[in-house]
């Protein structure tokens, strides 16, 4: 789905005041505008009539601050911002790492054996399937996909020290 | 007339070469299994496909990638139906009462009735896009630097309102997108911005890394968080007849959902999915017994089902004519054909008519490619969806690390897909759009160089962006569109959106 689920209407204020999701993200967007104007004030920034590279990342770091405060000031009526609601960051977290071994791995152990440890890792680690699915999932995956987009698509894939 | 319809011959004969024939073939399934399977939508799936097309011409990666967006529609549709999953977002409102169907055991007769709108719609929109987009481009052609500013700032403000989402959140998501287009070379002195000391990141943010990471992979990582197994039913074939009631009752709502979904196609933001919340909310305001909905009215999954077929056409309309991209999902299209040297704008139909025509003819060969597909084999289709999603999402995530390295070549990519991921998995988290943030990262060259050039054009002063009559009326509405966003917010009254249905329920 593309579509997030809107913090808007339909949800109960929960009354009081306390935390809320859009002091949250508005302040966090608005500070990040700040940061965005200020690094783009080192950039040459032209002059009004003649803009340099400076110039728009500069005016939309203002509005992204002035958005960011938007939301703020609008955000009295988003539902409070509770941590309990992140409960499956850490899943979230550990599918993420997969990846990211992935990006560290891939050129320097070559395409096979980089998916095959990837797959290893999601479906022996994280989701504890039998090893032997898991296995022969490795083997077919990172094989099977290697001959169908390196031979028959011909995308080149990268190769690791092993030199394969 | 005559014209067109010579020029659609020689499209005919382009579509109808077995290869090509085999391009929209493997699109249209590839695009039904993406539609299906929850974690894959057509923009995910499209920005993964992509490096499988740089072999091809850009006619058969455009027909290719084509089939990919229409055939997820209809896949879509298929779990929506059958098991209340929608498998991309423009099936939500199907879900509703296709799924009631279903419990009554009509969800033969509502996947039936979802096929054929898609078909008609589908078909009824390449009519309108083969007629719309030829005088479209002609006007273009004299679009300078200023009209091409403010159709692009238009475009963000209007994808902005239709979401019916919080404005100023719309619109931070869309400052950001652009500051994220921006990140590299700028497009006129070379001066590299926000690079740190990433050689990668002089050329930009690639479209795909950042499609995939927000659309897909965040998806993804909240899918898998919470994965459970479905039961599939698979329904019998002679369930697939719907009944002669069945079918009255979905000419009017087919009819008004084509042409709905072909003009909220055209106009920019997520028009597969506002599309179709819109066709939902007014077959529910125009039935005499509304009581039904959401109870099994077939209504309910005639109209939404062929709007939301019809805004993918429509879509394609700023794309060819104007070289402008409505949507996230025709901005990774146009990269799909740019990277074969194919320069989108208006003079793409008068350069190229083998690939405009071509891919015209391709959608009706396509549609016809789907509605063959879908009603008979849809016992083969959602057999897919007995595979455990554990299983399913390691295979998906290796497969974006395949596609998203594959088009640079760059393990930059993969950690920008990561990073996008992240991002996404919190917007959705909180509330917020990533549609906004994507069209704006496509956009911001195109609008950085057009707003540069224009006040070089005119020495400097800003009037020319008021002075030239297209341009002012652009930037009126936009300000009109601000504007009724202003007062909805202070009045906090409910205005046509909600009434419509355009709030979001899902």
């Given at each position: 789905m593309e579509r997030a689920p809107s913090a808007a209407p339909g949800t109960p204020p929960s009354g009081g005041g306390g935390l809320r999701d859009d002091y949250v993200t508005g302040a966090a967007l608005a500070l990040a505008g700040i940061l965005i104007a200020w690094q783009s004030w080192h950039y040459p920034m032209g002059s009004l009539a003649e803009p340099g590279p400076g110039y728009l990342p500069f005016a939309l770091g203002i509005a992204l601050g002035v958005f960011g405060a938007l939301i703020v000031a609008a955000g009295g009526r988003s539902p409070a911002f509770r941590w309990e609601r992140f409960g499956d960051g850490l899943k979230a977290l550990a599918i993420l790492a997969g990846l990211a071994f992935a990006a560290l791995a891939l050129e320097r152990l070559g395409y096979r054996i980089t998916i095959a440890v990837l797959l290893f890792y999601y479906l022996g680690v994280l989701e504890r399937r039998p090893w032997i699915t898991v296995l022969v999932l490795m083997m077919v995956v990172s094989l099977g996909s290697h001959y169908l987009f390196a031979r028959l698509l011909r995308v080149p894939l990268p190769i690791g020290v092993f030199g394969f | 007339m005559l014209e067109t319809l010579g020029s659609l011959a020689t499209g005919f004969e382009i579509a109808l070469q077995p290869q090509f024939l085999a391009y929209a073939f493997a699109g249209c399934v590839i695009g039904t299994l993406v539609g299906m399977?929850?974690?894959?939508g057509p923009l995910a799936g499209i920005s993964l496909l992509l490096p499988g097309t740089?072999?091809?011409?850009p006619t058969a990666a455009l027909i290719m990638l084509a089939g990919v967006y229409y055939g997820a529609m209809y896949g879509g549709s298929t779990t929506s139906i059958l098991m209340r999953i929608p498998g991309e977002a423009a099936s939500v409102m199907t879900c509703i009462d296709g799924y009631a169907m279903t419990q009554k055991g009509r969800g033969g007769a509502a996947l039936a009735v979802a096929a054929i709108g898609s078909f008609v719609a589908g078909t009824l929109s390449v009519v309108g896009l083969m007629l719309l987009a030829p005088p479209l481009a002609e006007f273009a052609i004299r679009f300078g630097p200023a009209e091409y500013t403010s159709l692009l700032v238009v475009g963000l403000i209007v994808l902005a309102y239709m979401s019916g989402s919080s404005m100023p959140k719309m619109l931070a998501m869309a400052a950001l997108g652009l500051l994220c287009g921006m990140i590299g070379m700028d497009v006129m002195t070379g001066y590299a911005r926000f690079t740190g000391d990433v050689i990668a990141l002089r050329d930009g943010l690639g479209i795909v890394p950042v499609a995939v990471g927000l659309f897909g992979i965040s998806e993804i990582i909240l899918s898998a968080a919470k994965a459970r197994e479905v039961s599939v039913r698979q329904p019998k074939l002679r369930e697939l007849v719907p009944t002669g009631a069945e079918l009255k009752a979905s000419v009017g709502p087919i009819a008004r959902g084509s042409v709905l979904g072909f003009l909220i196609g055209i106009i920019p933001g997520s028009a597969h999915i506002i599309s179709s919340f819109v066709s939902y909310g007014i077959e529910r305001r125009l039935s005499k017994t509304p009581e039904r909905f959401g109870k099994g009215a077939v209504e309910g999954v005639a109209g939404p089902e062929s709007a939301n077929n019809a805004a993918a056409s429509g879509a394609f309309v700023p794309m060819l004519a104007l070289g402008v991209p409505s949507g996230p999902i025709p901005a990774v299209m146009l990269a799909a054909i740019m990277i074969h040297g194919v320069i989108p704008g208006p003079l793409l139909i008068a350069e190229r008519p083998e690939i405009f025509w071509g891919f015209i003819a391709s959608m009706y060969v396509g549609n016809v490619v789907l509605l063959l597909l879908n009603l008979p084999l849809v016992g083969i289709f959602i057999q897919v969806l007995r595979i455990p999603y554990r299983y399913l999402y390691p295979l998906i995530l290796t497969l974006c690390v395949i596609g998203v390295y594959a088009v640079g070549q760059s393990v930059v990519d993969i950690w920008i897909m990561i990073a996008m991921g992240f991002l996404g998995y919190g917007m959705r988290k909180l509330g917020y759009e990533p549609a906004p943030l994507v069209l704006g990262m496509v956009i911001a060259p195109q609008l950085e160089l057009s707003f540069r050039q224009a006040l070089a054009l005119s020495g400097g002063s800003y009037s020319i962006f008021v002075a030239r009559p297209v341009s002012a009326a652009l930037l009126a509405l936009a300000l009109v569109l601000l504007a009724l966003s202003v007062r909805t917010a202070l009045t906090r009254r409910a205005d046509w959106r909600q009434r419509l249905g355009l709030e979001e329920r899902a």
């Open positions: - | 399977l929850p974690g894959l740089f072999g091809l011409s």
